[in-house]
């Protein structure tokens, strides 16, 4: 919109002052040119201020999401307990000023040049304004000019200048709306990290084989994480995805949700190239547990509903998942139950802890039925018995269905088809437990390093396997 009315309004004015300046070209022929004149240096002013706000305006966008983040670190829940017990809050308040103290300093210092600037080019116009008077008096002195064609001069002049200086306005506005024009089609060229062309839907059921082949994969300006890695996962099969952190887990996790596409090598479904498929269709044959699940500020069925959408007025479905995630229990408790507000952004809300909003994110995954299941940590902040209650239902829960779990408990992977070893972005084993206790290679390192820590602590229904 601001493209549209400020190119009418500069087209306006300039046709207007085209016949302002030839009623003054009456009086003198050079009295156009000394208008002219003093409207360049005040439009390549107005060009430039604009300039430089826009340019001061980009700087300052990354330092003001600093100053929203030292806000949101003093002023959110989220960060209260630390802030407390370190004493932090001057820490933040600080920062929070000196780059306040920065964005000031510079916006100033923009704003008294600007005024320097503008004062020159408003004294350039009076002089100009007086050399146009100057010549009409010698006409008047000489007899040339009336009394009437002063009071026409006057108002020609007055009308010129005020339309020059909207053509000068609207210009530089103009220029400005251009600037930001500019950033946005760049925004809008950009290319995305993953081309959505694909088309092929995917099949109810288990779609078949999903085969890492030689997959490599760096983040965009980053190092490589994964190398040639290479591994199936076979329809209604359990694969369980260990390695010390910094492996690459999360990241073939990312890559299987295809929130990237590989570097180097494919990612195959049912023998075709992940890529062919429509992305939509695949993400809702897969459901994920990531290790940063969400904590929604919304009611306990729409945090477990948002799983699956078109089941989230399901009350019976919800209740289900509710009780294949363990969260069954935790929402009971809650005043309203499944409509309790969940979290403590918004008045009424109950907040969870770790373990309990764990319990909400598996019963999301469960609500979805998806043939492809992800567990990415899927009981880190459980208690034992609550993952010990988890694992006991796990086969029945994910009978049928295709699964990647990635754990660092050892002893809760025990229960997977075969177990994939991760190690610095490669595959180094693979086998199902017991071959890979007797390879004695790095799984069987780590497991017995996890046994040495609770060799003393009795397994039973109170500790998780």
């Known amino acids: 919109m601001n493209l549209i009315v400020f190119l009418a309004g500069a087209v306006r004015s300039i046709l207007a002052t085209g016949a302002l300046l030839l009623t003054l070209a009456r009086f003198h022929p050079a009295l156009p040119l000394v208008i002219l004149a003093t409207a360049v240096p005040q439009a390549l002013l107005s060009f430039r201020m604009q300039n430089d706000a826009f340019e001061l305006l980009v700087w300052k966008t990354p330092e003001a999401r600093r100053m929203r983040y030292y806000s949101s670190v003093m002023l959110t829940d989220a960060y209260a307990k630390e802030v407390r017990i370190g004493d932090l809050s001057r820490l933040f308040l600080d920062l929070y000023k000196s780059t306040f103290d920065r964005l000031f300093a510079a916006t100033k210092g923009l704003r008294f040049r600007q005024l320097r600037a503008s004062a020159g080019v408003a004294a350039l116009g009076v002089a100009g304004t007086a050399v146009a008077f100057g010549w009409v008096l010698l006409g008047i002195v000489a007899g040339e000019v009336t009394a009437g064609g002063l009071m026409l001069f006057v108002q020609a002049l007055l009308l010129t ?235 029945e829960l994910v009978k049928g269905k295709t699964v990647l779990l990635i754990s660092h408990r050892l002893s809760a992977v025990r229960m997977a088809d075969r177990i994939l070893v991760l190690d610095r972005g490669r595959i180094v084993e693979e086998g199902s437990h017991e071959e890979l206790m007797r390879a004695g290679g790095l799984y069987a390192q780590m497991y017995r390093m996890q046994a040495e820590r609770y060799a003393d602590q009795p397994v039973t229904a109170e500790r998780a396997p």
Do not use: C
Not at 198 to 205: A, E, F, N, Q, S
Not at 240 to 265: H, S
Not at 360 to 368: E, G, M, T, V, Y
């Open 161 to 395: 200048q005020q339309n020059v200086g909207q053509i000068v306005e609207n210009s530089a506005m103009l220029y400005g709306t251009l600037l930001y024009m500019e950033k946005l089609m760049d925004f809008l060229d950009a290319r995305p990290l993953i081309a959505d062309t694909g088309r092929l839907p995917v099949p109810d059921g288990l779609p078949g084989e999903i085969q890492f082949q030689g997959v490599s994969f760096a983040y965009p300006g980053g190092r490589e994480v994964l190398h040639n890695v290479t591994f199936t996962l076979r329809p209604g099969e359990v694969v369980a995805l260990v390695g010390e952190n910094g492996a690459g887990k999360t990241t073939i996790v990312k890559l299987l949700a295809r929130f990237y596409d590989p570097t180097a090598g494919a990612i195959l479904v049912g023998g075709r190239d992940l890529r062919e498929y429509d992305l939509a269709s695949w993400r809702r044959s897969l459901a994920v547990v990531f290790q940063d699940f969400a904590r929604f500020q919304l009611s306990a069925r729409l945090n477990i509903g948002v799983g699956a959408l078109e089941h989230a007025d399901d009350l019976d479905r919800i209740r289900r998942a509710a009780e294949q995630g363990g969260a069954d229990e935790v929402i009971a408790r809650l005043p309203q139950q499944y409509e309790t507000l969940l979290g403590k952004h918004f008045e009424g809300g109950v907040d969870l802890s770790g373990g309990e909003w764990q319990k909400i994110a598996l019963s999301r995954a469960f609500l979805k039925d998806a043939a492809n299941v992800v567990l990415d940590e899927p009981t880190a902040a459980l208690d034992p018995r609550s993952e010990y209650e988890i694992y006991q239902r796990f086969a």
